[in-house]
T-cell receptor, first 115, second 111 residues
């Protein structure tokens, strides 16, 4: 069974640009969550999508958005990039969502560097 | 304000030593998970505990969920260099269903 796949693995962008990251969950998993990981802030929750609907949202500005397609694949978009957006962006998939007892399986992440 | 406080943040020990990592909160969690993350990789789930007072063992790793479901600990016996990594605890909030992560504990085990 293939794991969670995130593309691209590495990305370098300049301030003001926008970026789109992709996540393909484990087959059969309908929930996809996105996290931002930085040395200073640790792992911060961005949002969760379940069956194409945003179910939970973290405390990030509106520049961070996402969507989920009918095949459960998800994309995350960051517009007007800032230097502080440099981070490892992780995607996690689970059968029913990160609420309750369902376990989350993470991808390898996309390392975004904003210069 | 960090909802889940992990301590210590950094730990450097010699091979063969024992260690304990703590995960504390004032909030109640319906379940708590422990992950291990290696550089350049995503976190990998080690264990999930759901019942207050529950103890789970995974080879040399022992996980405990507090009676009040507000805290947890991870104890490693006879640590090995392969245990090196970032250990993260994550709790599912009882009231919101959100998965909240601690800041992580970076463990280095020297041969």
């Amino acid at each position: 069974k293939a794991g969670v796949t995130q593309t691209p693995r590495y990305l370098i962008k300049t301030r003001g640009q926008q970026v789109t990251l992709s996540c393909s969950p484990i087959s059969g998993h309908r929930s996809v969550s996105w996290y931002q990981q930085t040395p200073g802030q640790g792992l911060q929750f961005l949002f969760e999508y379940f069956s194409e609907t945003q179910r939970n949202k973290g405390n990030f500005p509106g520049r961070f958005s996402g969507r989920q397609f009918s095949n459960s694949r998800s994309e995350m978009n960051v517009s007007t990039l800032e230097l502080g957006d440099s981070a490892l962006y992780l995607c996690a998939s689970s059968l029913e969502g990160t609420g309750g007892r369902t376990e989350a399986f993470f991808g390898q992440g996309t390392r975004l560097t904003v210069v | 304000t960090q909802l889940l406080e992990q301590s210590p943040q950094f730990l450097s020990i010699q091979e063969g030593e024992n260690l304990t990592v703590y995960c504390n909160s004032s909030s109640v969690f319906s379940s708590l998970q422990w992950y291990r993350q290696e550089p350049g990789e995503g976190p990998v789930l080690l264990v999930t505990v759901v019942t207050g007072g529950e103890v789970k063992k995974l080879k040399r790793l022992t996980f405990q969920f507090g009676d009040a479901r507000k805290d947890s600990s991870l104890h490693i016996t006879a640590a090995q260099p392969g245990d090196t990594g970032l250990y993260l605890c994550a709790g599912v909030r009882s009231n919101t269903g959100k998965l909240i992560f601690g800041q992580g504990t970076t463990l280095q085990v020297k041969p």
